[in-house]
């Protein structure tokens, strides 16, 4: 079993949806909880971190913890042409600096 | 926040021979990475460069393969040495500070390898 699960998609969505992106982990310790986004072609860039559980949001977009199912989540709202990439979570323990990523889901609006 | 840069951006190179990627940060860092990232598969980390010292590699990764320097708090290389097919991918390199906590890491464009 991965450390970090997370479906591939792809998924494509018409402009102005909710986009909902989701990983799954198995273990408890994780503290830290990142959702990072990639461009074709570029690194990945951080879009978001969560402590613990609890939600977050940053303009259009919304993290999600729940740690009691080990399951965390990402909303986009109005999605637009230009959040067209690839997602990644990721999971750190506290303290800790290495990284525990999922697959990537890969999101596409379509215009 | 910090600009990581790379290079070579991309390269296409001969079974056997090797390849030896720069990373540079535009700020005194204290951790730098590498990574690889395979097509539909995560990020995996290959091991911390230590400033000054011998790079830590995670399990599966071993120096003679992917040997590593770091000279300084601002720049690292990655060698991956006598290739094959199977070490086509992406490199990324990455870096942050630590500071207790959380401590957010910044990638570089990553170079695109191809192994023929």
């Known amino acids: 079993q991965k450390e970090v699960e997370q479906d591939p998609g792809p998924l494509s969505v018409p402009e102005g949806a909710i986009v909902s992106l989701n990983c799954t982990y198995s273990?408890?310790?994780?503290?830290?909880f990142m959702w990072y986004r990639q461009y074709s072609r570029k690194g990945p860039e951080l879009l978001m971190y969560?402590?613990?559980?609890g939600n977050k949001e940053d303009g259009r977009f919304t993290a999600q913890v729940d740690k009691s199912s080990k399951y965390i989540s990402l909303f986009i709202r109005d999605s637009q042409p230009s959040d067209s990439a690839t997602y990644l979570c990721?999971?750190?323990?506290?303290?800790?600096?290495?990284?525990?990523f999922g697959a990537g889901t890969t999101v596409t609006v379509r215009a | 926040s910090a600009v990581i840069s790379q290079k070579p951006s991309r390269d296409i190179c001969q079974r056997g021979t090797s390849l030896t990627i720069q990373c540079q940060v535009d700020?005194?860092?204290?951790?730098m990475f590498w990574y690889r990232q395979q097509p539909g598969q995560s990020l995996t980390l290959i091991a911390t460069?230590?400033?000054?010292?011998?790079?830590?590699?995670e399990s599966g990764f071993v120096i003679d393969k992917f040997p590593i320097s770091r000279p300084n708090l601002t720049f690292s290389t990655l060698t991956v040495s006598n290739m094959s097919p199977e070490d086509s991918s992406i490199y990324l390199c990455?870096?942050?500070?630590?500071?207790?906590?959380?401590?957010?890491?910044?990638f570089g464009p990553g170079t695109r390898l191809t192994v023929l």
């Open positions: 990455s870096a942050g500070t630590s500071g207790g906590g959380y401590n957010e890491q910044f």
């Open positions: 273990n408890s310790a994780f503290q830290y």
């Open positions: 969560t402590y613990s559980s």
């Open positions: 990721a999971m750190a323990f506290s303290n800790d600096y290495k990284l525990s």
């Open positions: 700020s005194q860092v204290t951790m």
């Open positions: 460069a230590n400033q000054g010292s011998e790079a830590t590699y």
